[in-house]
């Protein structure tokens, strides 16, 4: 039995599908009550104005999502899950027409189930951002931000599913970023596969390889990790900073993700070794500075001396900044109080790192690229997408606060 809004009132079993009609009216608030509907604010499917549907799960685990778009008018729908993870980008239906579309949403909480290998115990989420301003994230509910030009969504069926998963662990340039002007290649990944994968973005601002270990991110990920399952590592830029208060070096850095790495394999996991991109800074002559060169190279030594998949983000985030040139590249990034933040992306920079990711994927033939979308059409660092052509529905909520790290 299914959960149709306005009508069926029977609770479903867990592993029925929810059904969900907007042509009906009134819409309704969501409410603990009813465990569903839209979060107070702009109303449902009004040109510019994001509207967000929330629905509570009986478990954590991967959900696929099927959304019918479309209306007596033209429109155009983007879709985005949890913390503006991009899932469809500017879906265009004529006029009477209808499409339907599908994508998978990882939905997770905080508790970390024993395994062999890992004790129970829970994430220690950071105070109060991950509690109360990232729960979203967390809270064993999906949320979907329905925005786009004219956004026109008809219906939703969610339901869940066994299908592979993509963990990602790291720092601000891999965690989802929940307001705008900043974002990350790990809430652009999403986007890039087939709706028979789940990303899983366990990154999280200002955090090292050391920082995963103490507040068991890196546990949690075990927990629930199946095997064949991929996970992307890519810390650096705050691990480089633990040798100016003498905690640490690339050393015990390459020791660090060592420890990481033979935990997701004794789970039957695939990890993957991502080296951090580089913060965007050209010295007079319009040439690039590496900055991050030691921990590239560390990143890259551990995955040789491994055996394991590795993608060089770091040598390619250079290609991609010196096609672009001092000028242009300012376009991959935000803008903070009057001065651009040179490390961290907005929503142009993180598509173009996403795509560089997935590229990575595809050339060190790590399996799960084979489920890519094949529309992506071709990915060069030299050859990045222009700014001037790239356009993404913002999110509604705005910051000037930057990210932790650097």
Same mark, same amino acid.
């Given at each position: 039995m299914s959960l149709c809004l306005g009508g069926c009132v029977s609770q479903p079993r867990a592993a029925d599908p929810l059904s969900f009609n907007f042509t009906t009216s009134p819409e309704p608030t969501y409410s603990?009550?009813?465990?569903?509907?839209? =979060? !107070?604010?702009? *109303?449902?499917n009004a040109?510019?104005? *994001?509207?967000?549907?929330?629905?509570d799960l009986p478990a954590e685990g991967n959900y696929r999502v099927t959304a019918t778009l479309g209306g007596p008018a033209a429109s155009n729908t983007t879709i985005k899950a949890e913390l503006r993870r991009l899932m469809l980008d500017g879906v265009p239906v004529t006029a009477g027409a209808? =499409?339907?579309?599908?994508?998978?949403?990882?939905?997770?909480?905080?508790?970390?189930?024993?395994? !062999? /290998?890992?004790?129970?115990g829970v994430v220690k989420l950071k105070e109060p951002r991950e509690s109360k301003d990232e729960i979203w994230a967390w809270d064993q509910r999906i949320t979907l931000?329905?925005?786009?030009s004219r956004p026109a969504l008809r219906g939703l069926i969610i339901e869940p599913v066994q299908v592979p998963t993509v963990f990602l662990l790291g720092d601000s340039t891999v965690a989802d970023q929940s307001r705008e002007p900043y974002s990350s290649w790990g809430q652009m990944l999403t986007a890039l596969f087939k709706p028979t994968v789940a990303v899983a973005n366990h990154a999280q601002s200002g955090e090292t390889f050391r920082d995963s270990l103490a507040r068991r991110r890196i546990d949690k990920i075990l927990s629930v990790m199946q095997p064949?399952?991929?996970?992307l590592l890519?810390? /650096?830029?705050n691990d480089q900073k633990q040798q100016k208060d003498g905690s640490g070096n690339a050393d015990s850095y390459k020791a660090e993700l060592r420890t990481h790495a033979e935990r997701i394999l004794a789970r039957?996991?695939? !990890?993957?070794?991502?080296?951090?991109?580089?913060?965007?800074?050209?010295?007079?002559? /319009?040439?690039?500075? *590496?900055?991050?060169? =030691?921990?590239?190279?560390?990143?890259?030594?551990?995955?040789?001396?491994?055996?394991?998949?590795f993608i060089d983000l770091n040598a390619m985030s250079q290609q991609f900044y010196a096609a672009l040139g001092p000028e242009r590249s300012q376009a991959a990034h935000p803008m903070n109080n009057g001065k651009l933040d040179n490390t961290?992306?907005?929503?142009?920079?993180?598509?173009?790192?996403?795509?560089l990711v997935a590229l990575g994927l595809r050339e060190a033939r790590v399996p799960v690229a084979a489920q890519l979308r094949d529309d992506l059409g071709q990915i060069d660092p030299a050859r990045p997408l222009p700014p001037e052509q790239f356009r993404v529905a913002a999110s509604p909520g705005f910051t000037q606060q930057r990210p932790l790290g650097d």
């Open positions: 603990r009550e009813r465990g569903s509907g839209f =979060e !107070p604010g702009a *109303p449902h040109a510019g104005q *994001p509207s967000f549907f929330t629905v209808t =499409e339907t579309r599908s994508f998978i949403v990882n939905v997770r909480t905080a508790t970390i189930a024993a395994v !062999p /290998g890992v004790e129970a931000e329905i925005n786009g064949g399952d991929t996970v890519q810390f /650096g830029h039957g996991g695939v !990890p993957v070794v991502v080296s951090s991109m580089e913060r965007r800074n050209f010295d007079a002559a /319009g040439r690039l500075k *590496p900055s991050l060169t =030691e921990y590239a190279d560390a990143a890259r030594v551990v995955a040789q001396d491994m055996k394991l998949a961290h992306h907005n929503n142009y920079g993180a598509m173009q790192l996403a795509r």
